[in-house]
């Protein structure tokens, strides 16, 4: 069964800080992975998609990499912002089921 | 824009009374999922739809319950609220033709239950 561990539950940092969030997956058999942003109360917003057959995906200050047989994902921010501060959650679809599996998310504070 | 829309953002309800969330999309997609996330968790996949083929999770309560009258169109019933059903409701759509492809979020629906 694939499970989803995301590290640290929650960070703070104070502004300007570059930061790596952490995912890892038990089962490597995966069609992709991604990255999302949650604000309290609110849904779910798409950061970055990495296939399986790719090892990262870059969106401005936002980088992405993947090492499948190790079964880990990175998300970097660099030069972090107040408006960076907000819940992260990874997540992949599995081959077996095609189904999106869930971490439990990162919860960041950015302060000014 | 194309996108997902959910109605309402906000939805009280009171224990034992029916309620229905509503999905829509604008993006033609033949997948459409709905998950449960309780405060501080992950989000829950309930069922999902692939076209007009309803796909029910084993652990999902027989207390809720989905329609899709078309491809555009997506609602979760929940008959008989508990207080343990309160909790975000996310819609999402994928185009299944392709696994690999991305999931897109609607913003939710907040279920409060008194």
């Known amino acids: 069964k694939q499970e989803v561990t995301q590290i640290p539950a929650a960070l703070s940092v104070p502004e300007g800080e570059n930061l790596v969030l952490n995912c890892s997956f038990t089962?490597?058999?995966?069609?992709?992975l991604q990255w999302f942003r949650q604000d309290p109360g609110k849904g779910l917003t798409s950061l970055l998609l990495?296939?399986?057959?790719?090892r990262e995906q870059t969106s401005g200050r936002l980088n992405a990499s993947l090492d499948k047989s190790s079964g880990r994902s990175t998300l970097y921010i660099a030069a972090s912002q107040p408006g960076d501060s907000a819940t992260y959650l990874c997540?992949?679809?599995?081959?077996?089921?095609?189904?999106?599996?869930f971490g439990q998310g990162t919860t960041l504070q950015v302060k000014p | 824009d194309a996108m997902v829309i959910q109605n309402p953002r906000y939805q009280v309800t009171q224990f034992g009374k029916p309620v229905t969330l509503s999905c829509s999309q604008t993006?033609?997609?033949?997948?459409m999922y709905w998950y449960q996330q309780k405060s501080s968790q992950a989000p829950k996949l309930l069922f999902h739809?692939?076209?007009?083929?309803?796909?029910n999770e084993a652990d999902t309560p027989d207390n809720f319950q989905s329609r899709r009258p078309n491809t555009s169109f997506c609602f979760l019933d929940i008959r008989s609220p508990g207080l343990g059903d309160a909790a975000m409701y996310l819609c999402?759509?994928?185009?299944?033709?392709?696994?690999?492809?991305?999931?897109?979020f609607g913003p939710g629906t907040r279920l409060t239950v008194t």
């Open positions: 997540a992949v679809v599995s081959s077996n089921t095609g189904k999106l599996i």
């Open positions: 990495i296939q399986s057959s790719q």
């Open positions: 739809y692939y076209d007009k083929d309803f796909n």
């Open positions: 993006l033609n997609h033949n997948v």
């Open positions: 089962d490597s058999a995966i069609y992709n």
């Open positions: 999402a759509t994928s185009s299944g033709g392709d696994r690999a492809l991305e999931q897109y």
